[in-house]
């Protein structure tokens, strides 16, 4: 009956999910058309991006707090560590040059940090709910998406203060009317989804809670909203049973494997989570009028990446980069950058890939600069936006064809 009942809800889903992509081309094509038209539709200017998020979008917070994230992250761009669980650059870090603003500072980072044009929330290991565990038991993040709003509304209080002091406050913090003007992304929820597993939870069980996650989740925006934000960039979950991290951890029966090597219950999960989030963006958007909020999906684009790689000039799909080990190069004892004494020298056992430009996956969890590079070239024009919108268009959400 259960085989029977999810088999039903996702013949659902996919239904309804269908008939959004009839209507999302249709409005690419209106929208694409009144654009070559000369609409008079100016793009979005956004001074500032606030992000809140997890270790996809950390561009330091959990390094700041907890210790950087050791060698060889980072290799790639910043050529060292530099707060970030990749060899480069994150989907966040492109998203804020496309605006021509600087890499978003951690909220959290003391050290060189400069807020004038946003700040950065997101810290790796976070989830929406809090956590009724530690951080040393479970290695989630204390900074759930509560504690995240919470340091911003408190950012915004006294950045309006301290910058009528002058000096340099005034020159690192952002302007009063920024808040209200800048683009607030999310990304957040996978981490919701493994804490369930992590307590040995069934899957329906970990689809029994998404409701009251996403209910937190929508709180938060709401929040956001009371304190004058109006533009919302937000992505789904990516699919989760094409990461190493699940794979290795959740061994699977061949039957429940896809083509491409990725566990069919997980990713089922991931897609239930996108669903119901999907839903409540649309909720959102009757509850608060006067907010553009873009739900982005990022599971297909990722999904796509994955289950054909070499098209796109990739290879080893759901194999890590940088790790140690066992058939998909991820073991959880000894992540990306492990270290072990060996004739009492400190020694590096979980490497790089020799080029990670040409993979997919990083550690087992994140993805190389290249494919967050590849990932936010599909996403940024709107293909895989509701509403249809381009990144540059997102201050007018689903008024973008007949703005205000």
Known sequence: MRNEKCEHEMKVMEGAMAEKWIEIVIWVVISTSLMRNGSGTKECSF???????????????????????????????????????????????FLAN?????????????????????????????????????????????????????????????????????GVFKELLPKKEYFSQALYTFDIGQNDLTAGYKLNLTTEQVKAYIPDVLGQFSDVIKGVYGKGGR???????????????????????PAQMDEFGCAKPFNEVAQYFNYKLKEAVEQLREELPEAAITYVDVYTVKYTLISDAQK????????????????????????????????????????????????????????????????????????????PSPLKMACYGHSFIHPQ
């Open 98 to 166: 496309t605006f021509d603003l600087p890499f978003l500072s951690a909220y959290l980072d003391s050290v060189g940090s400069n807020f004038t044009h946003g700040a950065n929330f997101a810290t790796a290991g976070s989830t929406v709910r809090p956590q009724n565990t530690t951080r040393s038991q479970s290695g989630y993040s204390p900074i759930s998406l509560d504690v995240q709003f919470q340091q911003f509304s408190d950012f915004k209080t006294r950045s309006n203060l301290l910058r009528k002091q002058g």
């Open 231 to 253: 533009s919302f960039w937000i992505h789904n979950t990516g699919p989760l049973g094409c990461l190493p991290y699940m794979l290795d951890r959740y061994p699977m029966e």
């Open 47 to 93: 001074p500032a991006i606030f992000n809140l998020g997890d270790s996809n979008s950390d561009t330091g917070g959990i390094s700041a707090a907890f210790g950087q994230a050791p060698p060889p992250n980072g290799i790639t761009f910043f050529h060292s560590p530099h707060g970030r669980f990749s060899d480069g650059r994150l989907i966040i870090d």
């Open 312 to 387: 796109y000039g990739f290879e080893h799909g759901v194999i890590a980069c940088c790790g140690h080990g066992g058939i998909y190069n991820f073991d959880n004892k000894a992540r990306c950058g492990a270290t072990k004494r060996v004739n009492g020298k400190e020694i590096v056992i979980a490497k790089s890939c020799k080029d990670p430009s040409v993979r997919i996956i990083w550690d087992g969890i994140h993805y190389t600069e290249a494919a967050n590079n590849w990932i936010f070239q599909q996403i940024v024009n709107g293909s895989f936006s509701y509403p």
